[in-house]
């Protein structure tokens, strides 16, 4: 529900090769098809910091790689985004439903028990 539910706002990329005080234009809610405005990398955005979050996957789609899915060369027509740090593939959004289902694991073992 996070995923379809949460409105990204715009925002300025702060960290990043070649991305570096870039406005990134979102203004959606439940945008799954590229990660610059997902609510994975908003909420990673927002709670751990740009700091903290790296561009590599973003790197291998084929917007922004010559090789795709390699990590090759930014392609002439590259977007902004392609560079900017903006998320992390196992944040908090994906641990989320880890963690849920580990403790339903733990409660249905002692059950069992």
């Not at 960290?15 to 990660?35: K, L, Q, R």
């Not at 790296?54 to 790197?59: F, N, R, V």
């Not at 641990?95 to 059950?111: K, N």
């Amino acid at each position: 529900l996070l995923t379809f539910f949460t409105y990204v706002p715009d925002w300025v990329s702060l960290y990043g090769t070649n991305s570096t005080n870039v406005t990134i234009a979102c203004n959606v809610s439940g945008w799954i098809e590229t990660p610059q405005c997902s609510a994975a990398s908003y909420w990673d955005r927002t709670i751990l910091g740009q700091a903290h979050l790296g561009s590599w996957m973003s790197m291998r789609l084929s917007d922004c790689s010559t090789c795709s899915p390699g990590a090759c060369s930014l392609p002439s027509n590259a977007p902004n985004w392609c560079t900017a740090y903006m998320y992390d593939p196992e944040g908090l959004l994906a641990s989320v439903p880890t963690i849920l289902s580990t403790m339903l694991g733990i409660h249905f073992g002692r059950v069992l028990k």
